[in-house]
């Protein structure tokens, strides 16, 4: 279609606005990831987090800018959307299961019916992939009889099959209890290890530092601060990052001295 | 034994008139049922869409239906069409129409609630996943909207049957019609045939309508 790919970018957001009504929540955002880098996105609740994940494979609509997958817009309402978010693997705080479906049935619904692969090929994939999670016997359970770092786990590989050139994570641990986060944290940092261009959204700070290439801090829908995990946590520039790390530390002054 | 008036029964085709009865009787709701749940859907599947024409037709038709009592519209469609349109229907089709209309409206309700209990997330994670808009009505939303709809529907066609009892109003010629004959013309030497009778009638509605309901609670309890 006469669109050339720039070597190395993946994902390219230029000038992003998105606005509620008169509620801007994403201004004039930039921000390109490549081949292989994992970026993290951090920053307060209500910063635009999630909106900015959502409007990048067009689950929201925008009201000025774009956002490029090797080269090509992702456009609400363009006939060739389902195609290039075949090529966004996106993983939700809530799973997003189809309850219907066993967990081999979700993981292989798209596969087969969106991209039109063989179903013995896809399921043998379905099975590896569980099975490098740990999830080998649930492939038959539905959603209902898992655990909710089981269903998450299932998520991620629901979203791998599909052979994505980017992965999307937004606050995928919120909604687990704290003994499941470690589960899932692993895999996400398992799929880094692979070599796997993904944009993390978290609240985990560690996890944050352990995975990230590069560190964005969002504050009110404008990258407010940017660098790597080094830089960023242990040096913040702005204020806003300051206080913002600061919200994650906690502290408790000198203990008096008990008198019997 | 106390004497049930059983034994009209089985005079001459007393049995055979009955089942005949309930024949018309399901007659007029199977073909009610089919226009109902084509219609229903397709209604209830456009009543998703924000159109303002269809919007406040659909209101103003699911109003009167559900203000009305069925008897009413049976006397309308019955009456009423061959006095103002000269119309000259028969009982039982007149009787399809009401039904039909009745069913199509309530259907469409069912239909639209089980669309709009499925959560806006299980569109959106479809979508991500990269299907059509088609697919993911057909693999995703439709077949999560179907189980819930199908205990609601069967308690809606049971319904129907047993509300085509009223059909004998316009002369329609149903099972309980039918026992009334048989009561009114065994008066004199079996005074006690409307028991019997009618006990006969309750046993065959029930026939009719209890596989129904099982059938539904299996569904439920499996997709429950
Ligand atoms: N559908 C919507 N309609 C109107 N406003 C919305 C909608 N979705 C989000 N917003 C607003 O947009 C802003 C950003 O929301 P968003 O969910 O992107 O924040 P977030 O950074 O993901 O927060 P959190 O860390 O709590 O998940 C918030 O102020 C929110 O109130
Ligand atoms: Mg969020």
């Known amino acids: ?260 | 034994m106390p004497d049930l008036g059983l034994d009209v029964l089985f005079k001459g085709k007393n049995f055979a008139r009955l089942l005949g009865g309930l024949g018309i009787a399901l007659r007029i709701s199977v073909i009610a049922i089919l226009v109902s749940v084509v219609l229903g859907t397709v209604l209830g599947v456009l009543r998703q869409r924000e159109n303002l024409i269809l919007k406040a037709f659909m209101r103003l038709y699911l109003e009167v239906i559900r203000i009305m009592p069925q008897l009413v519209l049976l006397f309308l469609v019955y009456f009423g069409t061959t006095r103002s349109f000269g119309w000259d229907l028969s009982g039982e089709t007149a009787s399809v129409i009401v039904f039909s209309l009745w069913g199509t409206a309530e259907m469409s309700d069912l239909v639209r609630g089980a669309l709009s209990s499925i959560p806006g997330h299980q569109y959106e994670s479809a979508a991500a996943l990269g299907l059509k808009k088609t697919q993911v009505y057909l693999y995703v939303v439709l077949p999560q909207a179907v189980r819930r709809l199908i205990p609601l529907s069967i308690n809606l066609i049971t319904r129907m049957i047993k509300t085509t009892s009223l059909v004998l109003m316009i002369g329609v010629v149903e099972i309980l019609k039918v026992a009334q004959q048989i009561i009114e013309a065994n008066r004199m030497n079996s005074p006690n045939a409307a028991f019997g009778v009618y006990l006969t009638v309750f046993v065959l509605y029930f026939l009719v309508c209890w596989p129904i309901s099982v059938l539904a609670g299996k569904l439920e309890k499996r997709w429950g």
Not at chain 1, 77 to 94: A, D, T
Not at chain 1, 254 to 260: D, E, G, L, N
Request: glycine share 8%; proline share 5%.
């Open chain 1, 1 to 260: 279609m006469g669109v050339r790919p720039v070597p190395g970018i993946v994902l390219e957001i230029s000038h992003l606005h998105k606005a509620y009504g008169q509620n801007t929540v994403i201004e004039d955002l930039s921000l390109t990831v490549r081949e292989g880098e994992v970026i993290v996105i951090v920053g307060p609740s209500g910063c635009g987090k999630s909106t900015l994940l959502r409007c990048i494979n067009a689950l929201e609509s925008n009201q000025g800018g774009e956002v490029r997958l090797h080269g090509e817009p992702v456009l609400k309402g363009s006939k060739n959307l389902p195609e290039i978010r075949q090529k966004i693997g996106m993983v939700f705080q809530n799973y997003e299961l189809f309850p219907h479906m066993t967990v081999l049935d979700n993981i292989m619904l798209a596969p087969v019916k969106a991209q039109g692969r063989k179903k013995s090929e896809v399921r043998e994939e379905a099975l590896a992939l569980l099975k490098r999670v740990g999830l080998e016997t649930k492939a038959n359970s539905f959603p209902r009889q898992l655990s909710g770092g089981q269903k998450q786990r299932t998520a991620i590989v629901r979203a791998l099959c599909m052979h994505p050139d980017i992965l999307l994570f937004d606050e995928v641990t919120a909604a687990l209890d704290p003994e499941m986060v470690r589960e899932v944290l692993e895999v996400i940092l398992d799929l880094a290890n692979q070599g796997k261009t993904m944009l993390v959204v978290t609240h985990e700070m560690q996890f944050a530092r352990a995975i990230a290439d590069w560190v964005v801090f969002l504050d009110d829908g404008r990258i407010c601060e940017e660098g790597t995990p080094e830089e960023f946590f242990d040096h913040p520039k702005t204020e806003r990052a300051k206080k913002f790390l600061n919200t994650f530390t906690f502290e408790r002054k000198a203990r008096q001295p008990k008198t019997i």
